[in-house]
Structures are given as C-alpha cells and as structure tokens.
C-alpha cells in the first residue's frame, strides 16, 4: 500500500442538506477535520450549492395590522424551493401551488412563497 503522511478518513454524514445538525454529534468523539469536501449531486460538474442563507425577519406591527391574515403552512425543508403553501385571510382558505426544485437549481421550479406574496398583494388582502 501506500505511506501517507496524513489521516485520511472518509465520514459520512446524513444531513447535508439540511443543515448539517449531525456534525455536533462527530465532534463530540472526534476532532474537528483539517480539511473538508462535500460532493454534491452531479459530481464533478456540482461540488456545491449556490448558496443556503436561514435569516429570520422580525418587525413590530400594530396588532389590527395583520390580525386577518392566518399562520401561513407549508414545506419548511432547505433542499428544495417549496411547491404548496396554504393561509387563511379573514377566515377564508388560501392555497398556491408551485413547482418544487432543488436548492442548487431553483429555476427550474415555481417558488410558492412568491405566488402567495404576489396573490394577497394582487388581491388586496394584505
């Protein structure tokens, strides 16, 4: 065989897409490693994503502002652009139906939160 001078250890992980929420466990029995490489579907043409971002928009409204819009539902996965979100406005049920894509290739679906911005807006209901 060959002498290396280095560890190579191959470790495979169950949450790429989402967030990698595995990793704390790795690293609670092993040391960090020095370098890292994650190929992605379409290896070697795709060796990552376009880029995942999780924010969170916080503003303070007046309570009347928005109290006859309902919780808006739907597919929270990161790998995917969603494809069905449902809400209520004033009781009556809204739902839009988009296309589901990948993360890494979001035009190729119809991305719901969009639609349903673009509907309660084009409706007036917002």
């Given at each position: 065989?060959?002498?290396?001078?280095?560890?190579?250890?191959?470790?495979?992980?169950?949450?790429?897409?989402?967030?990698?929420?595995?990793?704390?466990?790795?690293?609670?029995?092993?040391?960090?490693?020095?370098?890292?490489?994650?190929p992605?579907?379409?290896?070697?043409?795709?060796?990552?994503?376009?880029?995942?971002?999780?924010?969170?928009?916080?503003?303070?409204?007046p309570?009347?502002?928005?109290?006859?819009?309902?919780?808006?539902?739907?597919?929270?996965?990161?790998?995917?652009?969603?494809?069905?979100?449902?809400?209520?406005?004033?009781?009556?049920?809204?739902?839009?139906?988009?296309?589901?894509?990948?993360?890494?290739?979001?035009?190729?679906?119809i991305?719901?939160?969009?639609?349903?911005?673009?509907?309660?807006?084009?409706?007036?209901?917002?």
């Amino acid at each position: 065989g060959i002498k290396l001078k280095r560890t190579i250890r191959i470790i495979f992980g169950t949450d790429e897409e989402s967030g990698s929420t595995d990793i704390p466990m790795y690293l609670s029995e092993e040391q960090p490693p020095l370098f890292g490489f994650t190929p992605d579907c379409k290896y070697p043409v795709v060796y990552g994503e376009r880029g995942i971002v999780n924010y969170k928009i916080t503003t303070t409204l007046p309570a009347s502002e928005l109290a006859h819009l309902g919780e808006i539902l739907g597919d929270q996965a990161m790998d995917h652009v969603p494809d069905l979100l449902e809400t209520t406005v004033n009781g009556h049920l809204i739902n839009v139906i988009g296309k589901r894509s990948p993360t890494n290739a979001p035009e190729m679906g119809i991305n719901a939160i969009t639609l349903l911005a673009k509907k309660l807006y084009k409706e007036d209901l917002v």
